[in-house]
Nanobody, 117 residues
Framework: QVQLVESGGGLVQAGGSLRLSCAASGNIVTLSAMGWYRQAQGKERELVAFIRIGGGTIYADSVKGRFTASRDTAKSTMYLQMQMNSLKPEDTAVYYC?????????WGQGTQVTVSS
């Protein structure tokens, strides 16, 4: 079992910034990747940023140059952060953290990001 706890969502004006954080704990010995996905109301969940533990990060075209994902490790917990700058109303969504281990993909509970125009 992997536990994912997200934080950092909220309400911000267009052009503003937010920082999301996700803490992964539990059985993360085989952790191979972590990611951020988002789902806007009435739309399908989409990839925002994806980090391979062995190296390499990919971003959705819509967030390139504005969002930066990074990871850190402390004790037995892996942290995934995402700095979101120059936010746009179309970035409004529920953001989910994911973790890939040998038994499959785990998801966090989601955190709401709302960008007002």
């Amino acid at each position: 079992q992997v536990q994912l706890v997200e934080s950092g969502g909220g309400l911000v004006q267009a052009g503003g910034s937010l920082r999301l954080s996700c803490a992964a704990s539990g059985n993360i010995v085989t952790l191979s990747a972590m990611g951020w996905y988002r789902q806007a109301q009435g739309k399908e969940r989409e990839l925002v940023a994806f980090i391979r533990i062995g190296g390499g990060t990919i971003y959705a075209d819509s967030v390139k140059g504005r969002f930066t994902a990074s990871r850190d490790t402390a004790k037995s917990t892996m942290y995934l952060q995402m700095q979101m700058n120059s936010l746009k109303p179309e970035d409004t969504a529920v953001y989910y953290c994911s973790a890939d281990v040998n038994t499959g993909r785990y998801w966090g509970q989601g955190t709401q990001v709302t960008v007002s125009s």
